[in-house]
């Protein structure tokens, strides 16, 4: 059983974990002290029961949460196949968002990420275009990313769009990320590869700007200081802190 902080729905929490397809838990990857799904897990389980807490994300305007779960799936408009996973999915009134979050993996060797099936819609060339663009791009080299999953974005950011039309909301996807300055042995994190990652998170907002599914980075360290002003979350943000470390 991992050790979850406290004041968190641990069961609520181990329902949500159970359906990953990455099984986190089984695999022991969870207890890694770098594992970005224990730090998201932690986080964003405090919301499970109790979403009017969680305030509205930087840099997402979309009002209230209504609900907040871990480990959403987005599925395509198809059955069969793999289907895209988030690590959060918050619903609003008028929105659906989901959250990618990493923490230390643009910082390890990349590995070769690819479509293995073509994903296609014909209204995606019409309301995910600039997505659909990178998603050619990369098929035929023409763009490349390494320290970044741009594959895996494109995948999840379809999904959402699923999703969010067949709700009638608008689509958000966040992409979560921090920038240790040490890996948890206490070597230093390569700067040149956190470098990269900021020029590789420019190019791809940059690429998919004005699409149907909005693409809204956001760093760890933000995101707890907008939490830490809130009375309710203070304690939440020091034991988050407490256990993670500086997240950039």
Known sequence: MPEFLPDLPVE?????????????????????PESSAALVANAFGWFL?????????????????????????MRYPWKGGRQPWLDVGIETATTLI?????????FRPSKVQGFSELI??????????A??????????????????????????AYGIQTRAEKRALGGVLVYLYAEPKTWASGKPVNPDRVIQHQKELAKFARMVAGD????????????????AQVPALAA??????ARFGKLG
């Open 12 to 32: 609520g929490i181990l329902e949500c974990l159970k359906r990953s397809p990455g099984h986190e838990i089984r695999s022991g990857k969870f207890d890694s």
């Open 131 to 156: 997505y659909t663009k990178m998603r050619d791009d990369l098929v035929s080299g023409k763009v490349d990313f390494d320290a970044m999953d741009a594959v895996g974005l494109i995948k999840q």
């Open 49 to 73: 029961n109790r979403p009017q807490v969680l305030p509205p994300l930087p840099g997402v305007p979309a009002g209230q949460a209504e609900t907040v779960t871990l480990e959403a799936e």
């Open 98 to 106: 989901g959250i990618q979050s990493k923490r230390y993996e643009p």
């Open 120 to 129: 296609d819609r014909p209204e995606w060339r019409q309301t995910m275009g």
């Open 212 to 227: 149907a599914v909005v693409f809204v980075p956001l760093r760890w360290a933000d995101l707890l200081r907008q939490w």
């Open 236 to 241: 939440h943000v020091e034991a988050l802190r």
